[in-house]
Nanobody, 116 residues
């Protein structure tokens, strides 16, 4: 189970930090990260981090968002700076097994609204 927190309302240029904690065991190798879905649009990758700290970012967040993790408590963070109205979406946490053991789990989503 993935539990997300940290969404909310922020003005353009502001910051938010999303947190996602996984309960139960996560078997490496895995990629854990964030996707988002805006109204009327498809879900898209925001950023992911693997169990060996390899990161991947969507072009539209590079330089603004930073993903990090705490392996001890199976938590991943998304620091979002310089937020724009187009960042408004529901952000979903995801963890995928990327090795021999395959799995794909999603959180319930947390809403981020960027507006003046």
């Amino acid at each position: 189970q993935l539990v997300e927190s940290g969404g909310g309302f922020v003005q353009p240029g502001g910051s938010l930090r999303l947190t996602c904690t996984a309960s139960g065991s996560i078997f490496p190798p895995y990629a854990m990260g964030w996707y988002r879905q805006a109204p009327g649009k498809q879900r898209e990758l925001v950023a992911t981090i693997t169990n060996v700290d390899t990161t991947d970012y969507a072009d539209f967040v590079k330089g603004r968002f930073t993903i990090s993790r705490n392996s001890a408590n199976q938590t991943v963070y998304l620091q979002m700076n310089s937020l724009k109205p187009e960042d408004t979406a529901v952000y979903y946490c995801n963890v995928k097994g990327i090795g021999f053991i395959q799995y794909d789990h999603w959180g319930q989503g947390t809403a981020v609204t960027v507006s003046s």
